[in-house]
């Protein structure tokens, strides 16, 4: 055989085997495609081998060097097709996309215990008609101080005891503090609207104290305040048992000690008391804040007139409450945000 005729045949089988190893739908396809093309005994790619021997000398190097690549080009071809029906096999065997399935859930956070604290706090006093008012964190003196019946020679005023701003307000040139109570707003509702009034206002409020497990730079309170004809202490304390109770349960018990403001005469410090089941069912005292009768110096500094009505108002911390409430003994949990600690309210 001529080499030339040789080649041919060589260069159409290659073709050939290509092509329908290509188009091998699956394995009995494709091994039977093997078989045609590159079969031990009568392989299509064995018959023309046997033809190397007719070739003339002097062209069987290029003969047999061209019968070598034609037979790795079929068998590479082999390869692919192998590979391209296990490809397609462990595809189909994977489970199908159902679109239909709901997504992964994303963790969804929450609100975090304090702000809980004053959406329930909120909600209880609503309940006894108590509807929410608001006033500014950066005050003047006069609604921090002195409408509030608290002279410039009081010890609260001490610049040390307050984070005075290091600038003036704008309109009056008067120094500005961050709140340290939210009497303020008291003063606020009471210059705004005519009595009767019944308020309460939960906020921030600032004072350079250092940290500890009861104390806080920054601190929430929420401000209670109610003005009508012929309310007595006895109301006082009526709202805040009730108060107690509705958020801490029916254990709770609470205690007047005699004390001073000067925005209220008399004046009380409120305990809330409770079984310590830590510490045997023992009964156990804790500070809530102040309360008090409106002075009447206060009713007349915004023009009300203190002989037509009375009231009272009272200051009680939010962080307290709700550490008491929690059974978390340490306040400053509540400030460094670590999820762990969060995620339990
Ligand atoms: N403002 C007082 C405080 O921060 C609490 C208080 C409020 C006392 C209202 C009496 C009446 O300590």
């Not at 045949?9 to 091994?31: P, T, Y």
């Not at 997504?103 to 209880?124: A, F, N, S, V």
Request: charged content about 25%.
């Amino acid at each position: 055989m001529a080499l030339a005729e040789f080649l041919a045949e060589l260069e159409s089988l290659e073709a050939a085997a290509r092509q329908s190893l290509a188009a091998a739908a699956d394995a009995s396809a494709l091994e039977a495609a093997r078989v045609e093309f590159l079969g031990a005994k009568s392989g299509r790619l064995k018959s023309v081998q046997k033809q190397l021997g007719t070739i003339p000398g002097p062209d069987k190097p290029a003969a047999g060097k061209r019968f070598n690549e034609a037979k790795l080009a079929i068998e590479a071809a082999l390869t692919m097709a192998q590979e391209r029906l296990e490809r397609s096999a462990t595809q189909a065997a994977a489970a199908p996309f159902d679109p239909t399935l709901p997504g992964p859930r994303p963790r969804l956070g929450h609100l975090h215990p304090l702000t809980q604290t004053i959406e329930e706090l909120k909600d209880i006093m609503g309940r006894l008609g108590f509807t929410v008012a608001t006033g500014p964190e950066i005050e003047d003196e006069r609604h921090n101080f002195e409408a509030l019946n608290i002279p410039a020679s009081h010890p609260a005023r001490d610049p040390l005891e307050n984070f005075y701003l290091s600038v003036a307000g704008v309109a009056t040139g008067e120094p500005l503090l961050l709140r340290s109570q939210t009497s303020t707003v008291q003063i606020r509702v009471m210059e705004s609207t005519p009595p009767p009034v019944r308020i309460i206002s939960l906020g921030r409020v600032y004072r350079p104290d250092t940290a500890d497990a009861t104390h806080y730079p920054m601190f929430h309170q929420i401000e209670g305040l109610l003005i009508d004809r012929k309310v007595t202490m006895a109301d006082l304390k009526s709202v805040l048992r009730l108060f107690a109770s509705s958020f801490l349960g029916g254990d709770v018990h609470i205690r007047f000690r005699p004390s001073f403001f000067p925005f209220t005469e008399p004046s009380v410090e409120v305990d809330m008391s409770w079984h310590d089941t830590h510490a045997g069912g023992a009964i156990r005292w804790i500070e809530m804040g102040g309360a008090g009768m409106v002075d009447p110096h206060v009713l007349r500094a915004v023009g009300y007139d203190p002989e037509e009505v009375t009231g009272f108002a009272f200051g009680l911390g939010v962080e307290r409450v709700c550490a008491r409430r929690h059974g978390v003994s340490d306040i400053r949990e509540f400030y460094r945000n670590d999820v762990r600690f969060l995620h339990q309210f």
